[in-house]
């Protein structure tokens, strides 16, 4: 979501091979061929490929912004605004990334997948998380500046809006009762556009149609391991 926003603002034309994940093809050999580990994205640039990364989105925001010189607000050359864009982006891997995405898979893909709602008490710890991290993004790294590293936006806004859009996607608007952080998006949203933003986010607005997915198509088998994990 944050590269295809990413790749529109700034008219770079990549060419997209999209493995379907829900049926678990990038699991299969031929996206074998690209990564080793099977995880998406993935950036080929000619001979070069950026892959087998802890982070795949966050390395690939960075390299296209310098090979693309991309305004310099997007990913600043200025050492302290650079480095308040590294520690957000360091930040949001282990809170709000996670704790939005585990809201996503609790209220939307595994009631999908399992036909039953999550237990109340993990539904409740997750969602408790992730109003943790919220207020911290608010107190800490937003403040009272239009965006995090100041006036203008830069790749930590991107990546911090589609992290809070996944849990807002199963029906749970993060932004309610939150002025400040509503009044960002409003922002954020602006900076991009709104036919680019609701693009990049047209998939998971659409989680509700995942019941009807499986049925048709069947439980992946990465799917079935992944939900063992969870509650084991």
Known sequence: ??????????????????PSVLKG???GDEFGKVSIIRKV???KDGDFILRE??????????????????????????????????????WQHTSIRTHGSKVFWFRGVLPAVTGAPVPKEKMDAAVKDLKVSLKTFEDKFLQSRPFIIGDKISVADLVAIVEMMQPVGTGLDVFQGRPVLSAWRDRVKKEIGVEVFDEAHKVIMNVDTLPQTFENKGLPEFLKLRIQKMFN
Not at 1 to 9: A, G, R, S
Not at 67 to 78: G, I, L, N, V
């Open 1 to 18: 979501k944050v590269l295809h926003m990413h790749l529109n603002l700034h008219c770079i034309k990549p060419i997209y091979i999209f």
């Open 41 to 43: 994205p993935v950036l």
């Open 53 to 90: 990364t802890v982070y795949f989105s966050i390395a690939i925001l960075q390299y296209l912004a310098a090979k693309h010189h991309t305004p310099d607000h997007w990913y600043p050359a200025e050492l302290q605004k650079r480095v308040r864009v590294d520690k957000f982006l360091s």
């Open 25 to 27: 093809e990038q699991y």
